[in-house]
């Protein structure tokens, strides 16, 4: 899911990318990621209702700061094209059909 169809919220990510610079914002995106990862290793080791909370909070930090990058790096339309490409290939590899039913 992503909150960039909200124009308040991509201002705030434009704000966010002006504010921070892209040496920033690629680093605070390595710094999420590695959150996210820690989060899911111990949830791993010992599955718990507090871990589980930190791997979805660490999920919802790591979505925003991918947005924020998507703002930066990506052109319009270009982000939604190249996610269809991967999951159409996706979905070729599990054998799933994902066009409409007629």
């Known amino acids: 899911m992503?909150?960039?169809n909200d124009p308040r919220i991509a201002d705030l990510y434009r704000s966010a990318n002006n504010h921070n610079g892209t040496q920033?914002?690629?680093d605070m995106a390595?710094?999420?990621m590695c959150y996210l990862t820690k989060?899911?290793?111990k949830h791993r080791q010992h599955a718990?209702?507090?871990r589980e909370h930190l791997v979805i909070?660490?999920?919802?930090e790591v979505q925003m700061i991918i947005d924020q990058l998507k703002i930066r790096y990506c052109q319009p339309g270009e982000f939604?094209?190249?996610i269809k490409e991967k999951q159409e290939r996706l979905a070729e590899s599990l054998g799933v059909d994902l066009r409409e039913a007629q």
């Open 2 to 4: 992503t909150t960039l």
């Open 24 to 26: 920033i914002q690629v």
């Open 30 to 32: 390595i710094w999420q």
């Open 39 to 41: 989060a899911l290793l």
């Open 48 to 50: 718990t209702q507090t």
């Open 57 to 60: 909070d660490a999920i919802a």
């Open 80 to 82: 939604a094209a190249t």
